[in-house]
């Protein structure tokens, strides 16, 4: 191919609207059909990922109040237990691996090269063929629902009821291929979050400036890395174990069903912090706004954050107490799973005495913050309490455990989350939500919240297991279940305004300006919604709230080209400029590679040579997707 | 969160002879519960001093103003104090749960061993001997004698189960392939309801048992009449029963001691008529229910492993009144 040497353009060269312009042009997404599909800027990618997620959380919603309405009766036949099983595995699956973990990747695939100031994030094109798999992934699952032949085997897969001789048909292969599609999107975001932190942060933002959101991504983004091998191992010896014959999971044949359990939860636990602590970096992103002051104890709070990482891999007996492991092993892990209370508490007592000093705004996205406090501190204690072995022989498959993961996984990280969408927002759609139906949600959803799971804790200890898909009238459970299931209604009520108000505010919400909180980080020093290349020039920055310490305009690298996709790649610890990356440009390949990966991945579960032919097309697809061809970023 | 301290005194009182770790008739179920309250006590006290805090530092009205001196030094000393409270609770919590472990510790002699085969969905109990004729076993419901040291051998022939009688102690899994212990003591006389708690299918929600504590003597009467084999029907209605059993499937899987039918996958049916309930705590005995159950297994517990055996309604009622009799 002739090398044509197209005239090189800096931004330097240009006046205010002309920079503009070209950079839309170099930066910007084709209209129609083919050209979403080949974007690969990360606020649309993101955008479609937490779209996609909340659809997911709001089906997992329909699950949960089919299941309150099987049990606020006992011996109800509203549902049989065959759909029931399926119901409650839907449930965990689809709000684990479909809803939390992606939901909580998508804010940073939209948030993290914002906040650091660049232009894209790393590995676009990945990031492209991530949101792919994870939908193919999302669909397989709903799909086999629809079908009634959807996993019942609980979202974690014990062997042997979900091995080959107990388990029949394909609905535990489907649950296993519904893993390998989530975590390798999460696997691939993962990877991205930690390139885009360590090379892409704006000049001047060292280590010690970082927001802490995107350090608790980055934290995050190496959970993923370490315990995602975990589940990989699992689920594929699983499928292996299902479909090819062999005993990893056998004992008559010399396999062992713990070690299943051993090796689930090596990945369980950590996933429990995957979606735990990017929760806490919103929080701790989000509380100074609304108080007007800085975070107190940034240095405490990322210490925290990568002291909760490395200690979540150290606590995943604990899902195991039962099992009739060696007491010692036992006390062992009781002890770490109470250590990782001080983590926490750390961060608490930094957050009260940040509102201690500032002067708090009540505004939706505080409302949440505070409803997180209060609502995950009774999540850490029932925290502590099963950390205990002994007290957890008694409550360990009850519905207090049902209660403490809800007031964890609900009151710790849906609630930040929630927060976080009413911050953030106007950011991504350049309107405001309504203060009015907030404030209207937020009460329903916190009320119906702890009216609906609190009283789980009592059940629990009334010696009712989880799972179960009704229960004997003469048990002493009905009325608290009466209760639990109209309770439920209230939280679902809070969370249909909650919808109604982002789908009205994003087509018709008050125009939100730049920076409508006052906040102090570098997404907010762009237009909202930020234009393609996110900032005309790539900001410098001097201390950790920018926006706050320089409140006229900031001082910016220039330098770059426009004419062609170029990002300035910064050093480590100081974030001094090295040099100018150039960074991909928009593809269908991804597109085209996600496809043929997941076609692989379910013809997989019908055939073991699936994986031999169906790598073809997928090798076809790469070779597209890397094919140089010709354009100005191939150059560099 | 409102409801706890007023749900607290209702929970204490927990309800008697009901499935619940809070109301416990035994030394490990006892120990557990002083705990529970322990740990709960210290955990709702550090809440309300946690949300104290929160109130304070939400509504306070004298805000210090930024820069001001001295304000950064007093919420580093509050936050050091606080954490070093975290570590105190936590170093505390975690002692008690030790010496709980350890007053749950190994019993070395228990008085009686029970070996428990769980399987979908249903507890087989085998009170073992050292001679294999004074071996029996019965389904769903063991007796024990009450003040005893009663030992359960752990282990399933399918899925994983989990063995819990909230009332008597904590609970202890059963995995195919191993065996697991656990040791337990009923120091009132009761019956005690026991559920499975690890999910195992499609009925894991009716596999629930009776751990009926008796006195001593008691105890023996039950034991020596569960030990002997099954009494031969005498009444016409009753030996047409058992002919019935015999003739159809129901000894393929069921056995009777003391007659040919020696089936090993269901329930051993040598003294059926003495148990309090049928299905694993599905239903209390009676002839009526027995013959619901018989005529049509799969309605009262759908996905059961018991097919429905079509019968007249002649021969259903001499079945069930044969059943009934098997006491």
């Excluded at chain 1, 006046?15 to 312009?21: F, I, N, S, T, Y």
């Excluded at chain 1, 069903?257 to 429990?272: D, K, N, T």
């Excluded at chain 1, 139906?437 to 010696?463: C, K, N, S």
């Excluded at chain 2, 557990?32 to 304070?56: D, E």
């Amino acid at each position: 191919m002739a090398e044509q040497h197209s005239p090189v353009v800096m931004d330097t060269d240009l006046d205010d609207a002309g920079l503009v312009h070209a950079l839309d042009v170099t930066w910007g997404t084709r209209r129609g059909f083919w050209g979403a599909i080949a974007t690969v800027d990360h606020k649309v990618i993101a955008r479609r990922y937490i779209v996609t997620a909340f659809v997911f959380l709001m089906l997992g919603g329909v699950l949960a109040l089919a299941m309150r309405l099987q049990l606020a009766q006992p011996e109800a036949r509203i549902i049989d237990p065959d759909r029931y099983n399926q119901i409650f595995t839907m449930h965990g699956s689809n709000m684990m691996f479909l809803f939390a973990v992606p939901v909580m990747e998508a804010m940073a695939v939209y948030l993290v090269p914002l906040m650091i100031g660049t232009r894209n994030i790393a590995f676009p094109r990945l990031n492209a063929f991530s949101y792919w798999v994870f939908l193919a992934g999302g669909i397989l699952l709903w799909l086999s629902f629809l079908l009634d032949a959807a996993p019942d085997v609980g979202w974690f897969a014990y062997v042997p009821l979900a091995g080959p001789e107990y388990g029949p048909g394909k609905r535990a292969d489907i649950w296993a291929q519904m893993i390998t599609f989530t975590e390798l999107s999460a696997l691939a975001i993962a990877v991205e979050i930690v390139v885009t932190v360590f090379t892409q942060r704006a000049p001047g933002m060292s280590l010690d400036r970082i927001p802490l959101f995107v350090w608790a991504m980055l934290v995050t983004a190496f959970l993923v890395i370490m315990a995602m091998p975990a589940i990989m191992f699992a689920s594929s010896t699983l499928i292996m174990d299902r479909l090819v014959g062999t005993h990893f999971y056998n004992p008559a044949e010399g396999g062992d069903a713990l070690l299943y359990q051993h090796l689930f939860w090596f990945f369980g636990h950590p996933e429990v912090y995957i979606i735990f602590l990017p929760a806490v970096g919103m929080v701790s992103t989000i509380l100074p706004t609304f108080v007007q002051r800085p975070v107190f104890g940034y240095l405490p709070l990322v210490m925290a954050l990568i002291a909760t990482g490395i200690l979540s891999f150290g606590l995943w007996v604990h899902h195991m107490f039962v099992v009739g492991l060696p007491r010692l092993g036992e006390s062992f892990f009781t002890a770490s799973s109470m250590a990782i209370a001080l983590p926490a508490g750390i961060q608490i007592f930094c957050w009260l005495a940040t509102i201690w000093a500032g002067r708090p705004i009540f505004k939706v996205p505080m409302l949440f913050i505070i409803g997180f406090i209060v609502t995950f501190v009774i999540g850490g204690m029932t925290g502590v309490m099963v950390a205990s072995v002994p007290f957890d022989t008694q409550v360990h498959d009850t519905y207090f455990v049902v209660a403490h993961f809800h007031y964890v996984l609900v009151g710790g990280a849906v609630f930040p989350l929630l927060a976080a969408v009413y911050y953030w927002f106007p950011k991504m759609t350049g309107r405001m939500m309504s203060e009015v139906l907030g404030r209207w949600a937020f009460w329903l959803i916190f009320a119906g919240f702890h009216l609906t799971f609190f009283p789980m804790h009592i059940l629990g200890l009334q010696g009712m297991p989880r799972r179960i898909y009704t229960y004997q009238p003469e048990l002493p459970w009905s009325g608290l279940n009466l209760f639990v299931s109209v309770s439920s209604i209230v939280l679902a009520a809070g969370f249909l305004i909650f919808f109604i108000d982002a789908l009205r505010s994003w087509r018709s919400g008050q125009p939100a300006g730049d920076n409508p909180w006052n906040a102090p980080t570098l997404e907010w020093a762009t237009s909202s919604p930020p234009p393609s290349p996110n900032f005309c020039f790539i900001p410098v920055v001097g201390d950790r709230n920018p926006l706050w310490s320089t409140p006229g305009a900031l001082a910016v690298a220039s330098g770059l080209r426009v004419d062609r996709r170029e990002l300035l790649v910064t050093s480590v610890v100081e974030a001094l400029p090295q040099a100018r990356e150039s960074s991909a440009r928009n593809s269908v390949w991804p597109f085209w590679a996600a496809l043929a990966t997941s076609v692989m991945l379910v013809w997989s579960m019908f055939s073991p040579w699936a994986v031999i032919w169906g790598s073809m097309p997928i090798a076809v697809t790469l070779i597209g997707w890397f094919w140089p061809k010709g354009t100005p970023e191939d150059d560099s | 969160m409102k409801p706890v301290l007023f749900v607290l005194p209702a929970i204490l009182s927990g309800c008697a002879g009901a499935q619940s770790a809070l109301d416990p008739q035994g030394h490990s179920a006892l120990l557990l519960r002083n705990l529970i309250l322990a740990i709960v006590i210290v955990c709702i006290i550090v809440w309300l001093v946690v949300m104290a805090m929160l109130l304070w530092a939400l509504l306070r009205r004298d805000r210090p103003k930024q820069g001001e001196s001295g304000v950064e030094r007093r919420m580093r000393t509050a936050v050091i104090a606080a954490v070093a409270a975290t570590i105190v609770i936590i170093t505390g919590l975690t002692i008690a749960s030790f010496y709980t472990t350890r007053g749950l510790g190994p019993v070395p002699n228990a008085d009686l061993t029970i070996r428990v085969r769980a399987q979908q969905w249903w507890w087989q109990f085998i009170y073992e001997d050292k001679d294999p004729a004074r071996t029996f076993q019965t389904a769903n419901e063991i007796h024990i004698p009450v003040g005893k040291d009663v030992r359960v051998l752990l282990d399933s022939i399918d899925v994983i189960h989990s063995f819990w009688v909230p009332s008597l102690a904590g609970k202890q899994d059963l995995i195919p392939g191993r065996e697991n212990v656990l040791t337990f003591r009923a120091d009132r006389v009761g019956s005690y309801r026991g559920q499975c708690a690890e999910f195992c299918g499609l009925q894991h929600s009716h596999m629930a048992f009776l751990v009926i504590a008796e006195d001593e003597q008691t105890y023996r009467k039950w034991e020596a009449a569960q030990r002997s084999a099954a009494l031969e029907p005498q009444d016409a209605e009753l030996v047409a029963g058992k002919a019935v059993f015999m003739a159809r499937q129901c000894s393929a899987c069921h056995t009777i001691r003391g007659t040919a039918a020696d089936g090993s996958s269901g329930p051993d049916l040598t003294h059926v008529g003495s148990r309090q309930t049928i299905g694993a705590g599905l239903i209390d005995n009676s002839r009526g229910s027995l013959a619901a159950w018989i005529a049509d297994p799969q309605t009262l517990k759908p996905g059961n492993n018991m097919p429905l055996v079509p019968l007249s309604s002649e021969e259903l009622r001499q079945i069930s009144a044969y059943m009934e009799s098997l006491k």
